[in-house]
């Protein structure tokens, strides 16, 4: 039971403690960084997965129209999954030829609706969001602009947790993505990112493999 207990606090400290600190110290000494180019604006999706996002919807609606990007090389894929909600009727009302509406009559999860949104892509690079992820107005150009590096096949932006309401919980969450950045970055430094993150994801098209549906995977990774 001792040899137990230790080996279970050594993993703890290993993967808070142990393993933050080596990689940040290993990106300082071997840092690689990777530099931003200007280039032409490639054509590009982002697809966004919803279920029962009537409260959310038509802000994040808003957000992807007044994202500073052409609108003839933006377009945007929403997915409803057998949404009970008043998410179909908000995607059927919209009349706008960036944003293409799916509606899915069963709900089959995440993965199922980007295999399916992913074919649908016209552009080389989608851009993986979700309903309730507001975007910076500059966030796909700064994405899309790595991709001058034909060498990069995915790129990770950045989430910021806003806690509204002023919870405990949701001060510990942000502490936490906080912490989770600070890692991400360092891994980035070393050409080594481990997961991405589902909120605000890029990564060219003919790299995507569909995702397995018959068990629960985490698409990040």
């Not at 604006?41 to 009537?54: G, L, R, T």
């Not at 891994?187 to 993150?197: G, P, Q």
Request: charged share 20%.
């Amino acid at each position: 039971m001792a040899f137990l207990f230790w080996t279970c606090l050594g993993l703890i400290l290993y993967t808070y403690l142990i393993y933050p600190f080596l990689v940040n110290l290993l990106a300082a000494l071997f840092q690689r960084k990777t530099p931003v180019v200007e280039i032409d604006f490639p054509p590009v999706s982002m697809v966004i997965p919803a279920y029962n996002e009537e409260e959310v919807l038509e802000e994040k609606i808003n957000n992807c129209l007044a994202i500073d990007y052409p609108e003839e090389q933006i377009k945007f894929l929403f997915g409803s999954d057998g949404s009970s909600d008043g998410t179909n009727r908000i995607l059927q009302s919209i009349d706008n030829p960036q944003i293409r509406p799916f509606l899915f009559s069963d709900r089959e999860g995440k993965s199922s609706v980007l295999n399916k949104l992913v074919p649908e892509v016209e552009g080389s690079i989608v851009i993986l969001s979700d309903a309730n992820s507001i975007y910076h107005p500059e966030s796909i150009k700064r994405l899309v602009s790595y991709f001058a590096d034909p060498s990069i096949g995915g790129v990770c932006g950045r989430l910021d947790l806003v806690n509204i309401s002023g919870n405990p919980g949701g001060k510990g969450e942000g502490l936490y993505w906080r912490f989770e950045n600070s890692i991400k970055k360092a891994e980035s430094s070393l050409h080594s990112v481990i997961s991405s993150n589902g909120a605000i994801f890029a990564i060219r098209k003919d790299l995507f493999d569909p995702l397995p549906t018959k068990y629960i995977q985490n698409d990040a990774f």
